[in-house]
Nanobody, 127 residues
Framework: QVQLVESGGGLVQAGGSLRLSCAAS????????MGWFRQAPGKEREFVAA????????YYGDSVKGRFTVSRDKAKATLYLQMNSLKPDDTAVYYC????????????????????WGQGAQVTVSS
């Protein structure tokens, strides 16, 4: 079993910052990419950010580019998302995910790239 435990969610005012963490544990698996997705009520699940595990090459969704920073600590098997200049539209449940297969025919921006998912962390940004 692989567990992805998310932490750091909460309530913040517009313009504020939060830092999400996603710690992996359990069965050892290959990790090619880890990513963040989010979903708000009535909205489709949206790509937020991703990072390649070895090279730390990053990808961002258009709506968060310049405000969010994704990073990872390989030794701690932990993924992070630093969220700055938060907006009410950032309110959503944020999910971390692992690509353990390295299917390079699928974009890191697509949910189908990932095969392990966390339970989600609520982020609420008040206006």
């Amino acid at each position: 079993q692989v567990q992805l435990v998310e932490s750091g969610g909460g309530l913040v005012q517009a313009g504020g910052s939060l830092r999400l963490s996603c710690a992996a544990s359990g069965r050892s698996i290959s990790t090619y990419v880890m990513g963040w997705f989010r979903q708000a009520p009535g909205k489709e699940r949206e790509f937020v950010a991703a990072i390649t595990w070895n090279g730390a090459f990053t990808y961002y969704g258009d709506s968060v580019k310049g405000r969010f920073t994704v990073s990872r600590d390989k030794a701690k098997a932990t993924l992070y998302l630093q969220m700055n200049s938060l907006k009410p539209d950032d309110t959503a449940v944020y999910y971390c995910a692992v690509d353990s297969r390295g299917d390079y025919t699928t974009s890191v921006r697509h949910q189908s790239r990932y095969d392990y998912w966390g339970q989600g962390a609520q982020v609420t940004v008040s206006s």
